[in-house]
């Protein structure tokens, strides 16, 4: 590889409400516990202007965003024993302090968290994100990837994916997580609720890629009718929520006993016209339920439907490191899909330079599989 210069370029963000400024800081360097990946592509979403506006996440001033990369290790720390310089590596944003993981966790690149610990956490250890050419990330995060199986073209019996499309990953290990917080297995009916999302979208191929059959809830039919068009017939059925509950329910259950239900509800989703009521109702006997949404208003629950049928109900923050390892053993082994077959596409690669057209390419194509890529 070649060498790694003093400075390079990052996006940094002085304050909540300003703009992205490009600045030259000085390239880290690897230190106990890290490793400094070249950043060859870094997720960008149509929902970060709206975070780098201070609505919901909090961060701290002067700080690089993005957690979710592909890149190549650039160097390696003293207590690095498996990573080596040009291996390529995906970096995802869930990071847990290593003293007390269930007590101290950051969105790496977007959320500082909710208290003094998590915030200081942050602050003085992860301010520098991915939006930048190289990257300090903490080995815990970083997770190597089968170069050959996942990017040669099938001629030579790999996947042909590029480097953007291997983005996906980032998004679809969220719904993983939750999927396996309620051990979702082969052949069952999920609900997944919303389903044209960036991370609800990426839910319906992970419950696909797991073997489920999936009952894809949502408001807008055509868009539903789209991601249906993606798999064989019978793989995922659609119900489009009309806000009568109980011929929602009626409708979620016209294929049979549904096993289990992940919602990955948007703020926006919350009030009393929420689809929960319905999708609850539409579990059979030991149902698991999986709650990865960020609904803020309490939801009368049917108590005692969830009684007489014995359901579970699990709220699920990101995933486990574990969950992370098979996922990528499932996109290498061509189970979980990152191709233009599940609806997963490149719709814009920019430069740092370019941050601003980057932007609006995102909110043009927000949604299920659309990839925009930084490409420092
Ligand atoms: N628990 C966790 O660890 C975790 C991790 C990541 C993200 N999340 C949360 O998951 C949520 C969803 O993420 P996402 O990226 O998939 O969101 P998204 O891209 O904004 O998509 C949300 C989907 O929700 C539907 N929707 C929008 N407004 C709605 C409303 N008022 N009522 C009902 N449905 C509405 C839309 O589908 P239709 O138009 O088809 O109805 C849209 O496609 C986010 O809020 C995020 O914070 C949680």
Redesign the pocket.
């Known amino acids: 590889m070649a060498s790694i210069p003093p400075t390079m370029k990052a996006l940094v963000l002085p304050n909540a409400g300003a703009s992205l400024e490009l600045r030259t800081v000085p390239t880290p360097n690897a230190v106990s516990g890290s490793v400094v990946v070249k950043v060859l592509a870094t997720l960008l979403s149509d929902?970060h202007e709206h975070m780098f506006a201070g609505h919901f996440f909090t961060f701290p001033p002067d700080y690089t965003p993005g957690g979710q990369a592909i890149g190549r290790v650039a160097a390696i720390g003293p207590d690095t024993t498996s990573l080596a310089p040009g291996q390529l590596v995906l970096i995802h944003s869930f990071v847990r302090a290593r003293d007390d993981p269930n007590g101290v966790q950051i969105l790496w690149g977007a959320f500082d968290g909710a208290t003094p610990q998590t915030k200081k956490f942050f602050k003085d250890n992860y301010a520098a994100g991915t939006f930048a050419e190289y990257v300090r990330a903490p080995l815990e995060v970083v997770e190597p990837l089968n170069e050959r199986k996942l990017l040669d073209p099938a001629s030579k019996g790999g996947l042909g994916y590029t480097v953007e499309a291997l983005l996906q990953l980032a998004n679809q290990i969220?719904p993983f997580g939750g999927f396996r917080g309620i051990s979702l297995q082969p052949g069952e009916r999920v609900i997944v609720a919303?389903?044209?999302?960036?991370?609800?979208?990426a839910a319906v191929q992970v419950a696909i890629a797991m073997g489920a059959q999936v009952i894809a809830v949502?408001?807008?039919l055509d868009?539903?009718k789209q991601v249906q068009a993606l798999y064989p017939a019978g793989r995922v059925q659609v119900v489009a929520v009309t806000g009568d509950e109980k011929a929602d329910t009626e409708a979620m259950k016209q294929w049979g006993p549904v096993d289990a239900y992940m919602d990955?509800?948007?703020?926006?989703?919350s009030g009393p016209q929420?689809?929960v009521r319905a999708c609850f109702g539409a579990l059979g006997q030991y149902g698991r339920v999986s709650l990865?949404?960020?609904i803020q208003d309490d939801i009368a629950l049917p108590y005692m439907t969830a009684v007489w049928n014995n359901l579970t109900i699990r709220g699920?923050?990101?995933y486990e490191r574990e969950d992370v390892k098979l996922a990528i053993k499932m996109a290498e082994a061509g189970v979980l899909k990152l191709g233009t077959e599940d609806g997963i596409e490149v719709v814009g690669k920019f430069q740092l330079e370019d941050v601003g057209k980057a932007f609006v390419a995102a909110s043009q194509n927000?949604?299920i599989g659309k990839i925009v890529a930084l490409t420092p």
Do not use: D, E
């Not at 919303?194 to 979208?201: K, L």
């Not at 990955?264 to 989703?269: C, K, R, T």
């Open positions: 929902k969220v919303p389903a044209t999302g960036q991370f609800s979208g949502g408001r807008n868009k539903l990955v509800s948007p703020g926006s989703a929420n689809h990865m949404g960020v699920q923050y990101m927000a949604g």
